[in-house]
């Protein structure tokens, strides 16, 4: 099956930063996020082999207990399933943003991020070759602005030739 590549609209996603592995690594940080759009767009690309959950970490908060929760969904074709959880658990093996699939992408919406009134949405939607796909919503319980988001998997290391991509979105 040939890759479906994610091509955002040019006239409101405004690239901020792209990175292609070149070897695997454990994770991946866009740091120093600047706080002029009004969301952000993280765009994943899933070489062949990859198959495990994502998380990010948002401005170095580890504190999984309490500020992250999410409902996810997903299908396969023929069967479905969904689930909730407040407050995930260990960072390692409770990811918020859903499954990376061979030859599949990601795109997580994180709305608001630079507002300092409210917490955080982020809507994510993944899919890949083995014709599952996850939509999940999060929320992270904290009113600071995203500044630095790190990227990783509870698969083992991100693969070599990933490419992650992050767009701001004009107000």
């Not at 765009?43 to 170095?60: E, L, R």
């Given at each position: 099956?040939?890759q ?33 759009y009004?969301d952000?767009?993280l ?18 908060d ?110």
């Open positions: 099956m040939a479906t590549v994610y091509d955002p609209p040019v006239s409101t996603y405004i690239p901020l930063q792209t990175i292609t592995l070149g070897s695997s690594a454990s994770s991946v940080t866009f740091a120093s996020i600047p706080q002029t009004r952000l767009v765009v994943v690309t899933v070489p062949t082999g990859h198959n495990s959950g994502s998380g990010v970490v948002i401005n170095s580890t504190d999984y207990s309490s500020n992250y929760s999410r409902v996810a969904m997903a299908g396969d074709g023929s069967s479905g399933s969904s689930f909730v959880n407040s407050g995930g658990g260990n960072p390692t093996a409770n990811h918020d943003l859903g499954a990376l699939r061979p030859n599949g992408q990601l795109i997580a919406q994180f709305m608001d991020y630079s507002a300092t009134d409210k917490h955080k949405t982020i809507l994510t939607r993944a899919g890949g070759a083995a014709n599952d796909v996850w939509a999940v919503a999060s929320r992270w319980a904290d009113n600071s602005a995203v500044t630095t988001l790190v990227f990783s998997t509870d698969g083992g290391n991100l693969p070599a030739a990933m490419v992650l991509s992050l767009y701001g979105i004009a107000s």
